[in-house]
């Protein structure tokens, strides 16, 4: 066949045929002719139809070995279509001396040569691993992109040395070693675990959020281990990475809880409140501990979730009797904004054991429509408890509304001094220029203890009103006047 010129032009012709028998019998006899045939076979890779293009790399394939040095020679065509189609072939021949100019390849101007070589690299496979992970610090975007597909296309097999090339790499490399370890999976948890113990916190940090990408069990237990890390963002790390697994990391975090660290029981809380609803029924059966720091945390981090099937059992909580369990379940219920919740939130407002500085029940309940809650804080103004006068003076002033100026401008006379402190600055909070009158009078008669804070507070509502911040009759006053009627 070689030297009759005439009989390979009628095999090339007859690939082409709409016959298959005629097409395999050519085929076959190429595949005779051996390297002899290889450069009419490549010349023909230029072809524009892509089911020809199959059928002489198929033929090339099978030619095999000895078609490979042509192949090579032949690769800086001025063809796009043959220069795929030659990184197609030596990748599906399983050419090791290939991989460097196929990653070369990668940055060809034409995508479609691009993805063969990225495609011909995955099929060389554990050969091509090194010089792909090398590739990966190329200063071309399209061959860190190819190298980090092929790797990923070769997976396991590329694992471990994926993983030993971490800590030598720079942090973008390290970001695709990383990027592509989760692709593959397969394999990658046990060496990521490893870096778990490395002492660049970097990589630490790194390794955990793989590891909760990955998903995979076993990474549990070294995880938490994590959440006493000495570095803040490698714990942070370790967090989000065991909020992935939810329930199943439950387990583990129900020993750190019974540790009594402050800063892991934190860290065991911001992971249940990253998990989200499918940590409510673990939070729930943690409100009956006997520890009192684990019933007002869970408590905190259910209100965290908000999760309403949760509502019940923050009620009940509201009866602990610790009283910052019940201070959490009243911030709790104030963010499910539940009415249901809001005559319990009224009974804790009320509740003369909760000493002033538990006072998260009067913030809970601004988050409710102040035209149910209003009448009955004021109300509470009243009461007999100084602790109780003091909350209710608190969420009037919260609410910053000037319905509450009246009933607050009657409290300044109040015979325990940190309410009537708190009723002054709760003035100042809500701002009415129409309080300004009754805390001057104050000041003149019977200031005592309160003075400086008076005179803070008449300040305070003058400079808001004079800035246009302030509300109600102020904003009447404001138009009246003609002062800082557009806010300035």
Same mark, same amino acid.
């Given at each position: 066949?070689?030297?009759?010129? !005439?009989?390979?032009?009628?095999?090339?012709?007859?690939?082409?045929?709409?016959?298959?028998?005629?097409?395999d019998?050519?085929?076959a006899? @190429?595949?005779?002719?051996g390297?002899?045939?290889?450069?009419?076979?490549?010349?023909?890779?230029?072809d524009?139809?892509?089911?020809?293009r199959?059928?002489?790399i *198929?033929?090339?394939?099978? =030619?095999?070995?000895?078609?490979?040095?042509?192949?090579?020679?032949?690769?800086?065509?001025?063809?796009?279509? /043959? +220069?795929?189609?030659?990184a197609? !072939?030596l990748? !599906?021949?399983?050419?090791?001396?290939?991989?460097?100019?196929?990653?070369?390849?990668?940055?060809d101007?034409?995508? #479609?040569? /691009?993805?063969?070589?990225?495609?011909?690299?995955?099929r060389?496979? %554990?050969?091509?691993?090194?010089? @792909?992970?090398?590739?990966?610090s190329?200063?071309s975007r399209?061959?860190?992109?190819?190298?980090? *597909?092929?790797l990923?296309?070769?997976?396991?097999?590329?694992?471990?040395q994926?993983?030993a090339?971490?800590?030598?790499?720079?942090?973008?490399?390290? /970001?695709?070693?990383?990027?592509?370890?989760?692709?593959?999976?397969?394999?990658?948890t046990?060496?990521?675990?490893?870096?778990l @113990?490395?002492?660049?916190?970097?990589?630490?940090?790194?390794a955990?959020?793989?590891l909760?990408?990955?998903?995979?069990?076993?990474?549990? #237990?070294?995880?938490?281990?994590?959440?006493?890390?000495?570095?803040?963002?490698?714990?942070?790390?370790? =967090?989000?990475?065991?909020? %992935?697994?939810? /329930?199943?990391?439950? #387990?583990?975090?129900?020993?750190d809880?019974?540790? &009594?660290?402050e800063?892991?029981?934190?860290?065991?809380?911001?992971?249940?409140?990253?998990?989200?609803?499918?940590?409510?029924?673990f939070?729930?059966? &943690? @409100?009956d501990?006997?520890?009192?720091?684990?019933?007002?945390?869970?408590?905190?981090?259910?209100?965290?979730?908000?999760?309403?099937?949760?509502?019940?059992?923050?009620?009940?909580?509201? !009866?602990?009797?610790?009283?910052?369990?019940?201070?959490?379940?009243?911030?709790?219920?104030?963010?499910? %904004?539940?009415?249901?919740?809001?005559?319990?939130?009224?009974?804790?407002?009320?509740d003369?054991s909760?000493?002033? %500085?538990?006072?998260?029940?009067?913030?809970?309940?601004?988050?409710?429509?102040?035209?149910?809650?209003?009448p009955?804080?004021?109300?509470?103004?009243?009461?007999?408890?100084? *602790?109780?006068?003091?909350?209710?003076?608190?969420?009037?002033?919260?609410?910053?509304?000037?319905?509450?100026?009246?009933?607050?401008?009657?409290?300044?006379?109040?015979?325990?001094?940190?309410? +009537?402190? +708190?009723? $002054?600055?709760?003035?100042?909070?809500?701002? #009415?220029?129409?309080? $300004?009158?009754?805390?001057?009078?104050?000041?003149?008669?019977?200031?005592?203890?309160?003075?400086?804070l008076?005179?803070?507070? =008449?300040?305070? $509502?003058?400079?808001r009103?004079?800035?246009?911040r302030?509300?109600?009759?102020?904003?009447?006053?404001?138009?009246?006047?003609?002062?800082g009627?557009?806010g300035?």
């Amino acid at each position: 066949m070689t030297e009759n010129k !005439t009989a390979d032009i009628k095999l090339f012709e007859a690939l082409r045929s709409t016959d298959r028998e005629t097409r395999d019998s050519a085929a076959a006899a @190429l595949v005779e002719a051996g390297k002899a045939a290889v450069p009419g076979l490549i010349e023909a890779l230029g072809d524009v139809g892509r089911d020809f293009r199959d059928l002489i790399i *198929w033929v090339l394939v099978e =030619i095999g070995k000895p078609a490979v040095k042509e192949l090579l020679a032949r690769f800086d065509t001025d063809s796009p279509i /043959r +220069r795929a189609g030659i990184a197609e !072939t030596l990748g !599906t021949i399983g050419t090791p001396q290939a991989a460097d100019l196929l990653i070369a390849a990668m940055k060809d101007e034409e995508s #479609e040569v /691009r993805e063969s070589a990225s495609w011909a690299l995955v099929r060389i496979g %554990q050969s091509a691993i090194a010089p @792909l992970i090398a590739a990966l610090s190329d200063p071309s975007r399209f061959v860190r992109k190819g190298a980090a *597909w092929a790797l990923a296309g070769i997976g396991e097999p590329s694992v471990k040395q994926l993983a030993a090339a971490i800590p030598e790499s720079d942090d973008e490399v390290r /970001r695709l070693l990383i990027d592509t370890l989760v692709q593959i999976r397969e394999g990658a948890t046990v060496p990521l675990v490893k870096h778990l @113990l490395h002492e660049d916190p970097s990589i630490r940090l790194l390794a955990a959020g793989a590891l909760g990408r990955i998903n995979e069990p076993e990474a549990i #237990e070294p995880l938490a281990a994590l959440l006493q890390d000495g570095d803040r963002g490698v714990r942070r790390a370790a =967090i989000e990475a065991l909020a %992935q697994f939810d /329930r199943n990391a439950f #387990e583990a975090l129900e020993r750190d809880l019974g540790r &009594k660290d402050e800063e892991l029981r934190d860290a065991v809380m911001m992971t249940l409140g990253l998990m989200g609803r499918a940590a409510t029924s673990f939070l729930i059966e &943690k @409100l009956d501990s006997p520890d009192a720091d684990i019933r007002r945390r869970m408590a905190r981090t259910l209100g965290i979730i908000r999760d309403g099937s949760a509502l019940p059992r923050l009620i009940d909580a509201l !009866t602990d009797p610790d009283v910052t369990v019940r201070d959490s379940a009243a911030w709790a219920l104030g963010e499910l %904004q539940d009415p249901r919740a809001l005559n319990p939130l009224i009974s804790a407002l009320n509740d003369p054991s909760m000493p002033p %500085q538990y006072s998260l029940s009067a913030w809970a309940l601004v988050k409710y429509n102040p035209e149910n809650v209003m009448p009955r804080v004021i109300e509470s103004l009243r009461d007999e408890s100084p *602790w109780v006068r003091w909350r209710s003076a608190l969420a009037l002033g919260l609410f910053r509304d000037p319905r509450g100026v009246g009933p607050l401008t009657e409290t300044l006379g109040d015979p325990n001094m940190e309410v +009537r402190r +708190r009723v $002054i600055a709760s003035l100042g909070e809500i701002g #009415e220029r129409s309080a $300004i009158e009754p805390l001057k009078q104050m000041l003149i008669e019977d200031a005592n203890d309160d003075w400086i804070l008076l005179k803070q507070t =008449i300040a305070k $509502i003058q400079d808001r009103r004079l800035s246009g911040r302030s509300q109600g009759a102020d904003a009447d006053y404001r138009i009246e006047t003609g002062n800082g009627g557009n806010g300035n």
